[in-house]
């Protein structure tokens, strides 16, 4: 039943309640404890996304939401053929996760409804799996012609010109193909970032861990854990050390089809606030490497575990305002890895393939430097075995005279 890379579905733990409010001011109060923890307002006075495209790669997004209308580009459906004809998506979790991402209110100045953390940017719907209660899910989940649609969407996103993936969606194991498809987006400077899973309330497996999840617990992509209402670990968030950073994933109010509002937990719902996050970042700094806007996020974390890291929420819960912050410190820096040298994440580590490691630059003051220091350790070395020889000697010279 189950295809090679395992069941392919959305990381959300619950989804709660499906009513529009009443006032919509009941959603933007809702939202309150994360635009806190996050410190949007304060982000917002340096960036709100605009310029930027994120593509959310998920169930499909509704681009008539109200909360969404007009930032929405709907791309490739990649999980066609699964449903039967004539059945449409429901497009709910892609929808939910894309108003975290995006979401502008509406009403008399967007105060009503859905605030995303970057509410400026665009959103490109690529739609890559199918939700539980979808006629087609089975068949998704065991049709060789599904199996790398992760993948096929990462480079279809990357070409359409996204600078930031969200992937709030898990499956047990990797393939190939999706670590050469995150090489490419990485190679082109954009930013993944993915759902670290709701198996942590669940047994250890054989690692002592929770379950590693993909495709967040590919390297370079920034996997996400869950925060409760007290910035902890929720509990069913996975915890391993593919975790790099959390934000808030219980009650959390979002945007579903046709106008209506729910609230959940999970992990998707936190990688779409880091996304957004990102967008911000992307937005203020559009050439930052993606190696650098993680630094930017992870380095500016706050309520961060004891000794910097543990498992459960990696470095910390990511905070908007101090990650631009702390991107403005990095901007005028570099960091990439290029060439032929550079580790294709397709291949296995040390196949041997790249050769020896080419030295290219050389600190000839430090080399200088800890020359002399060794000459020195090596001559006072000497100097010490031969004060014992000389002290060696004049013992036995000592003692064959008291023998005499």
Known sequence: MLRRGGVLA???AALLGAAAPALADDVRGGQQPVISTLDLPK??????????????????????HRDLAGSVTVGRDFTEGANPPGVPPSRLHGTYMASLIAGHGHGPGGERGVIGVAPEAKLLSVRVILEDEEPGFREFNSAEQFEDVV??????????GAEVINMSISKELATREERAAIRYAISRNVVLVAAAGNDGDGKPDASGFAPYSYPAAFPGVVSVGATDRRLRRATFSNWNSSVVLAAPGVDIMGAGPGDEYWVGRG????????SGVAALIKAKYPDMSPSLVV?????????????????????GVV?????LAEAGKLAPHTQTAEGAQAQDPAQRVGGGSAGPVKVITRDHGR?????????????????????????VRRLRRAQDGQDA
């Open 10 to 12: 959305v990381a959300a």
């Open 43 to 64: 982000a917002w006075r340096e960036s709100k996304g605009a310029g930027v495209t994120v593509a959310v790669l998920d169930s499909g997004v509704d681009p008539h």
């Open 151 to 160: 993948a096929r969407g990462i480079r279809y996103a990357v070409d359409q």
């Open 267 to 274: 992990t998707s719902q936190a990688t779409a606030l880091v």
């Open 295 to 315: 630094q930017a996020l992870t380095a500016s974390a706050t309520d961060r575990p004891p000794g910097g890291y543990d498992t459960g929420t990696g470095f």
């Open 319 to 323: 905070n908007a305002a101090k990650a």
């Open 367 to 391: 080399v200088t430097t800890y020359g002399v220091v060794a000459l020195v350790a090596a001559v006072g070395a000497l100097a010490s075995l031969g004060f014992i020889f000389a002290l």
